[in-house]
């Protein structure tokens, strides 16, 4: 879970490294402010619970929560479609309609921001958790990333939805976007190099 660029880690395990400021329960006003408390060496926070699913739900409380669906699109030749959007590079994703089922969510949003067509879906990867402002509300978006395989195909990035460029990246060269892409979106991408 993310908080800006700052992840949060809700885990069972005691072990954790030097670069983390520990957190009793994660309500959003103490969240708020062990983020404000955090030192130079801090790069993390962490709530050791017993219970992680349960810190997750109580913590969803204190929020606007929005589901999302996306996708890791990549070709036979393992190149991966990635979109520009606000000045950073991201995965198709958009928030489920209602009555949507999670996998028709990631593949609809996969072809209408890239242009697509014939997204066969595989396999779910992960959750990702950020949080965000708009309109004076405290959102948390929750996405269900997917892989999905294509052919290589002219890309129209969708411009309404604010997609500058569409781009099929050689998954050799993946990690050189790292820098200009926020985490959650960077952890799915590193879930894929680590599964193929």
Not at 63 to 83: C, D, K, S
Not at 131 to 153: C, P, S
Not at 178 to 189: G, I, T
Request: charged share 30%; hydrophobic share 35%; proline share 3%.
């Amino acid at each position: 879970m993310y908080f800006s660029t700052i992840p949060l880690i809700i885990t069972s395990s005691k072990k954790q490294s030097t670069n983390s400021k520990i957190i009793e329960n994660a309500n959003k006003a103490r969240i708020q402010s062990a983020l404000k408390d955090l030192s130079q060496n801090d790069q993390q926070l962490v709530l050791i619970t017993e219970n992680v699913d349960q810190e997750i739900e109580q913590l969803k409380a204190d929020f606007t929560v929005i589901q999302a669906a996306g996708g890791l699109a990549y070709t036979p030749n393992e190149e991966v479609l990635l979109i520009f959007r606000k000045g950073k590079w991201d995965l198709p994703k958009g928030k489920l309609d209602d009555g949507e089922e999670l996998e028709a969510c990631a593949v609809r949003e996969v072809e209408e921001e890239t242009g697509i067509q014939n997204v066969a879906l595989e396999s779910f990867i992960q959750r990702t958790y950020h949080t965000y402002q708009e309109h004076g509300q405290d959102i948390l978006k929750e996405t269900f990333w997917y892989y999905m395989k294509a052919e290589k195909q002219d890309l129209h990035p969708q411009t309404d939805e604010d997609i500058e460029e569409c781009r099929w990246v050689p998954k050799s060269f993946i990690i050189n976007y790292f820098d200009n892409m926020q985490p959650s979106v960077k952890d799915v991408l590193e879930a894929y190099l680590a599964h193929l």
